[in-house]
């Protein structure tokens, strides 16, 4: 009698990181945090959902340009699925990249406005191409 074996969400290691966004969970950005790695710069995007869970996406964007970072992680993000708003999102660039205890207060106003609307113009997209 063969026995049925289940994996855990999320493939292979079934680590917390691994499992998907569920379509159950509507997700929304929280915060952004970018940080310098090479010649690139890392974006971790702390998403928060309905009922209080929190999951972090982690990418490299493909240039050192802080703009261009977040407008890739915010196409990135979009395009996961199940998260709907990035409306009041804060970027801040990783403490271990500020210059003071100051720099870690410090939000990147106009960082937020590209992440923005690079998020919604792809959520558009998405939205366009399911009708």
């Known amino acids: 009698m063969a026995r049925s074996v289940r994996r855990k969400p999320g493939g292979r290691s079934g680590g ?3 499992t998907p966004l569920r379509a159950t969970s509507m997700w929304r950005v929280d915060q952004v945090f970018l940080s310098h790695r090479g ?11 309905d009922d209080g869970g929190l999951r972090n996406l982690s990418m490299v964007a493909p240039t050192g340009d802080p703009k261009a970072a977040v407008e890739h992680a915010a196409r990135f993000v979009a395009g996961k699925g199940n998260v709907y708003r ?17 720099d870690n207060l410090v939000r990147d106003l106009q960082l937020e406005e590209a992440f923005l609307d690079a998020f919604e113009e792809t959520l558009q997209e998405i939205r366009d191409r399911q009708r």
């Open 16 to 18: 917390p990181g691994d």
């Open 39 to 49: 010649g690139r710069i890392e974006i971790v995007a702390s998403l928060v959902n």
């Open 86 to 102: 990035a409306w009041g999102a804060r970027i801040r660039w990783a403490k271990q990249q500020a210059v003071n205890q100051q």
